[in-house]
């Protein structure tokens, strides 16, 4: 099974990624699967990034990562894949991602772009726009640590990627945070 485990930036997809490799999951970080396998299309030059080719990469995944084991492919396009079996959304308070972000010393246009991606939900309706809602899970770091996030996923994948009460999407609203914002 190929299992994407994505989110905005900050909200811990690589430390989780960690997590679970150091509990003998497999992870492929994508990033360096694009660049293993030259699937990059152009460069981002206002983010000074290069731009994954999302289809080259999702056949050569497809090509290269048999569904009968379980692989986690770690990175914020994972969603955008159709080779993904499922979806893990990493979700972070919207206060909380702009601490994590002031710490990884983003610059402020930068913050505020991946904090407002985050409090409209653009992960998840992007994975929606690619996956049926029920292969979707969204887990909310913002209390959790990075191990109580693995813990979380585990729990997930131990029942089949069952519907649960805790991880099934459309729990997490964080719209309000937009007016206070307006207002603040
Ligand atoms: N559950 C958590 N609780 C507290 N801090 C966390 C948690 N998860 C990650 N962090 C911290 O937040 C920061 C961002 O985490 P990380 O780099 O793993 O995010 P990411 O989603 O991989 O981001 P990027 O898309 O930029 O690679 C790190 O300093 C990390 O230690
Ligand atoms: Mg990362």
């Known amino acids: 099974m190929r299992v994407a485990l994505t989110g905005t930036p900050g909200t ?4 989780v990624a960690t997590a679970l ?4 999951y497999f992870i492929v970080r994508l ?6 396998n030259a699937c990059f299309d152009g460069i981002d030059e206002e983010r000074n990034s290069q731009l994954i080719d999302i289809d080259k ?3 050569c995944i497809k090509k290269n990562f048999a569904t009968d084991t379980l692989v986690f492919f770690e990175g914020h396009v994972s ?3 159709t080779a993904m079996d499922k979806v893990l959304i990493l979700r972070c308070y ?5 601490k994590r972000l002031l710490e990884k010393k983003w610059t402020a246009k930068k913050i505020k772009e991946n904090v407002d991606a985050e409090t409209i939900d653009v992960i998840l309706c992007e994975a929606a726009e690619k996956h049926p809602v029920k292969n979707i899970f969204e887990i909310d770091t913002t209390k959790k640590t ?9 729990e997930i994948v131990k029942k089949k990627f069952q519907p649960t009460k805790s991880y099934t999407i459309g729990q997490i609203d964080w719209s ?3 007016l206070k914002e307006k207002s603040s």
């Open 21 to 24: 490799e150091q509990q003998g």
């Open 57 to 59: 990469l999702n056949k």
């Open 176 to 178: 309000e945070e937009i």
């Open 79 to 81: 969603h955008l894949l």
């Open 12 to 15: 811990g997809k690589s430390a």
């Open 94 to 98: 919207p206060k909380e991602l702009k």
């Open 146 to 154: 990075v191990e109580e996030v693995a813990a979380s996923i585990i």
């Open 31 to 36: 990033n360096d699967c694009a660049k293993e």
